[in-house]
Every structure is written in C-alpha cells, then in structure tokens.
C-alpha cells in the first residue's frame, strides 16, 4: 500500500505527451479526474512512483525493502536485515534508512501489530525520509485526509505520540464508486499504473474502486468505513444494490 506523489507526477511515459487527463473539481467530492480526450479500454492513462511506501510487516524479508519488488530466490545482500533489489533502490533508501536504524522502533511495531495497522508504517517512513532531507516537510501534509472520525482521531493521536517518543529517544483523492471505469494495478513494484476498464468518453470522470464490486452494498460500505474512514455515495450504493 502505498500514497502518490501527485497524481500528475512526471514518469517516463510523458515522453509521448501528458497523460490524457486533468484534475478539476467536482459537485460531490471535492476534486476528480477527467479525461481530456476519448479513451480506449485497456489503455494505460498514467504511471507514477510513489511517494512513499512500506513493507507489510509479513513481508520485509520477501520484497525489496525501497520499491517493493518481489525477492527472487535469495536475492543480493540486505543492509541491516532487510533486502534491497538493486544498488539504486539501496541508495534511494539510504538517507531514511540510517534514521530509521538509529531509532528504537519496539513499541510502536508491538501497537501496530496488536492492532493489525499498516499505514502507520508510511506515516513512519515519511518521516524518516523528512528528516534525513529526502522528502520536504511539506510532504506530511498529505498524511491529513479531508474528513476524519472521531474514533480514528483518537487512534492517529497515539500513532503520532509514538512517533514523536520515538524520535524523540533517537535524538533527532479519485473518486470512489463501485461502477469504475478505470483501476489501478501494481505489477513488479509499487510503481501505480492506471488503467481503463472500458471506453470513456472526453470529459467523463475516472472513477476507481476500493474493494470487489460482487460484494453486497452491506458488506461493501462496512469495508469502506472500517478501513477507509467514508460511506460511498455511488449511484449503486444509494439504490442498495
């Protein structure tokens, strides 16, 4: 799991022109993602890096401990325990590792684990990248979502707690529906690349899907609320398809 840079980031297939898309405001859910011109089905829209990602925690020994690749056989040599896939993603990484291995990181892995929580992992990366000058302060603004619960202000305000005790001992939006028309996929890394599920038309907006779509509306908002923070508002959900 992992947070963009920007949707718009610059990848190496602007070589043939800007993605055929734009970011503009929408009447139901803030911002959205047009297309700019017709589309065809199975065209690829965008890739982007992330700009921040991390290891589930049952997987920091199968995948590359920077991009995510699936570890192939033994793989090369790991810094400090963890794999890195190429002399790149070991540079890459570098700066926030060596922050990341000064601090003693026990008490907010046993919160994370109790508790089967994977984005604090991120947040914890990001900062490391912050102050080891790799990623600008500014970045951890988008660690702030537009609306939050109560119940998950209270479980953010512990995770900040640790990583700021933490730190402190070291001495240192697409819009949601379940009628997509496009979809997001990850292939050898966490490289994102967005992809059209059908033919869509100049002007339409690019809807993407959370969760499997054969769910109940019951079973699809639960998932949705528990694990996202919102209740979707699709056409779908509304008619309690």
């Given at each position: ?12 297939a602007a070589a043939r022109g800007p993605p055929p898309i ?110 080891s000058g790799a990623a600008n302060a500014d970045s951890l ?47 050898e890394n966490a490289d994102a690349k967005l992809k059209a ?45």
């Amino acid at each position: 799991m992992f947070l963009r840079r920007r949707l718009l980031s610059t990848t190496a297939a602007a070589a043939r022109g800007p993605p055929p898309i734009r970011v503009d405001v929408t009447e139901s859910a803030g911002r959205g993602v047009f297309a700019t011109r017709p589309v065809s089905a199975g065209e690829l829209l965008h890739s982007a890096q992330p700009l921040v990602c991390h290891p589930s925690p049952s997987l920091l020994h199968e995948v590359c401990y920077s991009c995510l690749r699936r570890k192939p056989g033994e793989g090369r040599a790991s810094s400090g325990g963890y794999h890195f896939c190429s002399d790149a993603c070991r540079e890459n990484a570098k700066g926030s590792h060596d922050v990341e291995k000064n601090a003693d990181w026990s008490s907010f892995d046993d919160h994370c684990s109790s508790r089967r929580l994977k984005y604090p992992y991120m947040a914890k990366r990001l900062a490391c990248m912050v102050i080891s000058g790799a990623a600008n302060a500014d970045s951890l603004n988008i660690l702030q979502p537009a609306r939050l619960h109560q119940g998950t202000l209270i479980e953010m305000e512990e995770e900040f707690e640790l990583l700021e005790s933490t730190f402190k001992k070291a001495g240192f939006q697409e819009e949601v529906t379940t009628y997509p028309n496009t979809h997001i996929v990850w292939l050898e890394n966490a490289d994102a690349k967005l992809k059209a599920l059908r033919d869509i038309e100049e002007g339409e907006e690019l809807h993407i899907c959370y969760i499997d779509t054969s769910m109940d509306v019951n079973a699809r908002q639960k998932i949705l609320a528990d694990g996202f923070g919102f209740e979707c508002h699709c056409l779908r959900c509304l008619s309690g398809d």
